[in-house]
Antibody
Framework: QVQLVQSGAEVKKPGASVKVSCKAS????????IHWVRQAPGQGPEWMGL????????TYAQKFQGRISMTKDTSTSTVYMELRSLRSEDTALYFC?????????WGQGTMVTVSS | QTVVTQEPSLTVSPGGTVTLTCSSS?????????PNWFQQKPGQAPRALIY???KKHSWTPARFSGSLLGGKAALTVSGVQPEDEADYYC???????????FGGGTTLTVL
């Protein structure tokens, strides 16, 4: 069964960093890009960037340039998204999604709460 | 800054037909924009409905269809069912800079 399973909820203080994982199973890990999308409470989704698990190449939304990193571990079919210098506005549900032009499979979401 | 615009809300009667649209502030939406449409219900992850503007996933109900109309992407629901009440989002691809932008979403009410 094709699925993406994300790590659990996180609570962080302003200025800290968070690293969310997304473990893929049921398909060839390197064949599909993984995108990260976040959704603040009551808001629509926001595209953050993508990683090519085959090459490790990344593209980030301009808004997050300089404080986001996406990495992959091919041995465990897992991708990671790290967001640094967290602020309260980063409180959101973070999703990973598989894409071969179709965003067909999504992770269950990871709630990240930034609060002092 | 590129903005993708959707109708904030629409209301349709059960059994009726409704069309949601998705437009870009910077250029006409074409097949190259790779429009995707998602349905989202409270507490759930978005569920993919349409990709490449017109293609359906294996789980997409037949009453949902995607098209390109007058420089916009469109999602039409024919024979609306009560369970179609949800938020709908589109996302567009901007190939030059290789980024994606989500629309603000349309809340569809079935009444």
């Amino acid at each position: 069964q094709v699925q993406l399973v994300q790590s659990g909820a996180e609570v962080k203080k302003p200025g800290a960093s968070v690293k969310v994982s997304c473990k893929a199973s049921g398909y060839t890990f390197t064949r599909y890009y993984i995108h990260w999308v976040r959704q603040a409470p009551g808001q629509g989704p926001e595209w953050m960037g993508l990683i090519n698990p085959g090459s490790g190449g990344t593209t980030y939304a301009q808004k997050f340039q300089g404080r986001i990193s996406m990495t992959k571990d091919t041995s465990t079919s897992t991708v990671y998204m790290e967001l640094r210098s967290l602020r309260s506005e980063d409180t959101a549900l973070y999703f990973c999604a598989r894409n071969f032009d179709d965003f067909d499979i999504w992770g269950q979401g990871t709630m990240v709460t930034v609060s002092s | 800054q590129t903005v993708v615009t959707q109708e904030p809300s629409l209301t349709v009667s059960p059994g009726g037909t409704v069309t949601l649209t998705c437009s870009s502030s910077s250029r006409a939406v074409t097949s190259g924009s790779s429009p995707n449409w998602f349905q989202q219900k409270p507490g759930q992850a978005p569920r993919a409905l349409i990709y490449s503007g017109t293609k359906k996933h294996s789980w997409t109900p037949a009453r949902f269809s995607g098209s390109l109309l007058g420089g916009k992407a469109a999602l039409t629901v024919s024979g609306v069912q009560p369970e179609d009440e949800a938020d709908y989002y589109c996302v567009l691809y901007y190939g030059g800079a290789q980024f994606w932008v989500f629309g603000g979403g349309t809340t569809l009410t079935v009444l």
